[in-house]
């Protein structure tokens, strides 16, 4: 590896200090203009160290102007490139800064940057350092007043955390709004806003009667493409009371919608900042996928007010603290208002196709990191979706009300601090007596364990025999492994598919076993017929499966378990036994051949009318490459590829007039509205059309121009893509012609564009950088274009290395300019331990070519550096 010339450095959990002085107060002042920005802050602080010491404050990017103690200019300082260093202070003092910054030029997007014409912020994890010299870190919370100076044309509003306590106007064009909010906070929930902007207003009364002004702030002429948010944030509100018992704070809840951002949404205090894809959407141009993602990521910041804000994380370490509960909360909310199955067999699939992955890549983690260099490199699928089932397994082994209760403990300890994770679990362990001291280990340890099952029957006895084993492979960062405490939810079928009561010695037992060593048996008597075991009802804990089942039994499964996810589940295990011996076969050079039993089982649901319709598009939707390539423990991505084509082919062809029937059908009975109803006959419809359009291409090209809903018109364009029609040429001009004015419209276009398998997609990527609509700047076209493209396995990973290539440069030029999204960007160029010999080789010439480069991001660095070492271990 090259030589760098200064290395980033490490931060370890076990290293945490507490602050060597609190803040109490800050007032901030700006006087906003895009190149030169001035910042006033005045805090007041106190030593909490029992020795005097010096203030050590963390700032990047800044120039400092002046600096005051109690009211007198202060001399005793040093400033480096991330701090600075104040000696020579009293006990308790008010500290005065004055700095300048630079917005317009900041294109990182963290601390004040423009967006469009408009100012706005970005702060977590470590973003308010680029705004003041300030100790940016969760657990110093203050009071925060922000008096902000803009001129009254370009700026009408001024917006920032808390209650609006004062505004008036200035002589020179400029006007003044003052904020203040009353609750303690760290840093990184600071937010400021300050443009023109649309503005819809609504409220909401709370359960104890108070009033709360709600409003939404989104780009000039973007109105009618706001309804949808604002109810889903009344929604979440409405929810929070109701499942939670958690009623909103502040008198006013504002969210803005911008166009330049890194990730979704931001939950600063009172005044959340949104990436517009999570706020605008009306029928023509967003699909149902993008409403129920808006409603979700409402959800999820307005969640965080309470887990998150009023009780926040001590240090980064604890981030899953916040993430992984809100995650688990807004997937409730999702799920107690549209489908719950639905829900969770997306979520699983996020888990088993990318969570998995990270597992067993160069970046694993526990959902707890213990090292880490970048903190923006570990708002990971780990501490967010495993996180999130973590907390979704404390759920399963309390059930609601002891968890509700665990919940109220936890809020009536810590409201208004900064805690851990271990402060969580035990106001859980607390609330319910239950012994969480061996759980705990979900939070110390990475890698997806793996429980292997073997069972008896003894027809004399009518006894079961059960015994499940668990180990969690090592992982990168990570050798020995203990065993955790599991909850696997278990049914037992008997052969007419009937549930066969649990009983364990003539007593009725739980459908959820704790395992908590590393291998326990279970004897279930009373069992009067050989039974099927189901394993992991609901998915109930983020674990891999080494069992092997018959056909007979997974029809048994996919037809009569209790479990709608089981069923599901049963579904995938059958596709997938099919794909590991269709990639075997192909590497021996024979053909394929889809089995009957597979055609009949597929047939069968087609035509059941009375399955549930999100139910059925989910189990006709075949497993991505990702998901497929899991159950490998070398991936030939070329075998993988075909196999699935030759698969969804097969399935398409076989039953031909089943798919174009029921697509028809479908259409037919929608009756276009957000009803989760006609959500699930659109998904249903899209999930035809993938057959469909092997056999019927016309049909799929009528379902585009026929309908006026984006959800169609994509369901349909995306079918045309993955089958390659003639008609898929049509359907794109078009819709470039309609939305090409629009950057957001157009990322669907742009992904799609980008995924095609035909042709070389490779110089077609490349061609499209250049496209009016697109821009290196916007974080959200490039994840569209360049993303799905390095999501577009089989190009790539083309045998030549010129996708690996392509990628790199692009990541050299993101390096600089917006090392977030360029270390977001690299992943499936470092999750690749799996891949051939070949291909490894030509990735880490090119891993070796970023680590080269002078100024690597620490973003970058981090990722590199472990990629290097998991391929060349
Ligand atoms: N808390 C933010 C994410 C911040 C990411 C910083 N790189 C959004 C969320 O999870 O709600
Ligand atoms: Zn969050």
């Known amino acids: 590896m090259a030589e760098l010339s200064a290395q980033p450095i490490a931060k370890y959990r076990s290293d945490y200090q507490a602050p060597s002085y609190s803040i109490e107060t800050v007032a901030l002042e700006f006087d906003l203009e895009p190149n030169s920005t001035r ?185 009618d493409r706001t309804e949808h948010a604002m109810a889903s944030l009344k929604a979440s509100m409405e929810w929070d009371e109701q499942r939670f018992n958690l009623e909103y704070d502040l008198d ?87 489908s719950r199955a639905v829900n969770r067999i997306k979520n699983v699939r996020l888990l088993r196709s990318h969570q998995f992955a990270e597992d067993g890549g160069p970046m694993a983690h526990p959902i707890r990191p213990d090292k880490v260099i970048e903190m923006n490199n570990f708002y990971t699928l780990t501490v967010y979706e495993k996180g999130a089932e973590v907390i979704r397994m404390l759920h399963t082994l309390l059930g609601e009300k002891a968890f509700q209760a665990g919940m109220q403990t936890y809020v009536d300890r810590h409201d208004g601090q900064a805690v851990t994770c271990d402060d969580f679990v035990n106001a859980m362990q607390d609330a319910s007596a239950k012994d969480l001291s061996l759980f705990k280990r979900w939070y110390s340890q990475s890698g997806t364990p793996i429980l292997n099952v073997d069972s008896s029957y003894d027809a004399s006895n009518k006894q079961y025999s059960l015994t499940i084993s668990q180990h969690t492979p090592a992982t990168a960062e990570q050798t020995e492994k203990l065993p955790l405490h599991i909850p696997v939810s278990i049914e037992l079928l008997a052969s007419n598919g009937n549930a066969l009561p649990l009983q364990i010695k003539g007593q009725a037992v739980s459908e959820v076993l704790e395992l908590v060593e590393d291998q326990q048996t279970w004897v279930f008597d009373g069992i009067s017929d050989i039974p099927t075991l189901v394993m992991l009802q609901e ?202 004015h629009d950057g957001l419209v157009m990322d669907k276009w742009f992904a799609l564009e980008a995924s095609y398998g035909e042709g070389n997609s490779l110089e077609r990527v490349k061609a499209l950088t250049e496209h009016p609509s697109f821009s290196m700047e916007n974080p959200n076209r490039v994840r569209s274009l360049i993303g799905s493209f390095a999501n577009n396995t089989r190009h790539f990973h083309a045998k030549d290395g010129s996708g690996y290539q392509y990628l790199t440069d692009i990541l050299c030029i993101l390096n600089t300019q917006n090392p977030q999204v360029a270390s977001r960007l690299i992943t499936p160029l470092i999750q690749t331990v799996k891949l051939d010999e070949k291909r490894k080789s030509m990735i880490i010439k090119q891993l070796e070519r970023l680590a080269a480069l002078e100024d690597l991001s620490k973003d970058l660095f981090e990722k590199v550096t472990n990629g290097l070492q998991q391929l060349q271990a």
């Open 39 to 223: 910042v006033t802050a005045k805090s007041t602080l106190l030593r909490k160290a029992a020795q005097a010491c010096d203030l050590v404050l963390d700032g990047e990017k800044l120039e400092l102007i002046s600096l005051k103690v109690n009211q007198n200019v202060h001399s005793a300082y040093q400033v480096t490139e991330s701090q600075l260093v104040i000696s020579e202070l009293p006990e308790r003092f008010e500290l005065e800064i004055v700095t300048h910054i630079n917005p317009a030029e900041n294109k990182a997007f963290e601390g004040l940057y423009q967006s469009g014409d408009a100012f706005c912020t970005q702060c977590e994890a470590e973003g308010f350092r680029r705004i003041t010299y300030y100790l940016d870190r969760p657990d110093v919370l203050a009071t925060y007043t922000t008096k902000i100076i803009a001129d009254k044309a370009q700026y009408p509003y001024l917006l920032s955390n808390g209650n609006k306590v004062g505004q008036g106007d200035l002589a020179n064009g400029k006007h003044w709004v003052t904020w203040q909010d009353p609750f303690p906070k760290p840093s990184y929930l600071f937010a400021l806003v300050a443009g023109d902007f649309d503005l819809l207003s609504d409220s909401f009364v709370t359960q104890s009667g108070r009033k709360i002004a709600l409003e939404l702030f989104v780009d000039k002429g973007n109105l």
């Open 252 to 338: 006013i809840y504002m969210i803005v919608a911008v166009d330049f951002f890194n990730m979704g949404a931001m939950e600063n205090k009172g005044l959340n900042v949104f990436n517009s894809k999570y706020v605008l959407a009306n029928k023509q141009s967003a699909t149902d996928n993008d409403f129920l993602g808006i409603e979700a990521v409402i959800g999820h910041e307005y969640f965080h007010n309470w887990t998150g804000n009023r009780i926040t994380c001590r240090d980064w370490f604890q981030l899953s603290l916040k993430e992984g509960l809100t995650v688990f909360r807004d997937q409730e909310f999702s799920s107690d208002l549209g």
């Open 539 to 740: 998915f109930s804990a983020p674990v891999k499966l080494d069992l092997s089942y018959s056909t007979e039994q997974l029809l048994l499964i996919i037809n009569h378990a209790s479990n709608t996810f089981a069923r599901w589940d049963g579904m995938q295990k059958l596709v997938t036994a099919w794909m590991v011996q269709a990639v075997a076969a192909l590497q021996q050079g024979k053909s394929l051949l889809l089995d009957e039993a597979i055609v009949a089982t597929f047939r069968q649901l087609l035509e059941d009318p009375s399955i549930d319709k999100g139910l059925l598009a989910e189990l006709l939707t075949i497993s991505s490459e990702n998901e497929i390539a899991d159950s490998f423990t070398h991936v030939d991505i070329d075998a993988i590829a075909s196999a699935r084509d030759f698969f969804i082919k097969g399935l398409a062809e076989a039953l031909a007039e089943q798919f174009c029937q029921l697509e028809q059908r479908c259409a037919m009975h929608d009756q276009r509205t957000l009803a989760h109803s006609d959500i699930a006959l659109r998904s249903l419809r899209a999930a035809c059309l993938q057959y469909v359009a092997y056999t019927k291409p016309e049909l799929v090209s009528a379902a585009y121009f026929d309908s006026a809903l984006m959800t169609n018109k994509l369901a349909a364009m995306s079918a045309a893509n993955n089958a390659a029609i003639a008609q898929r040429s049509a359907m794109f001009k078009d819709y470039e012609q309609q939305w090409q």
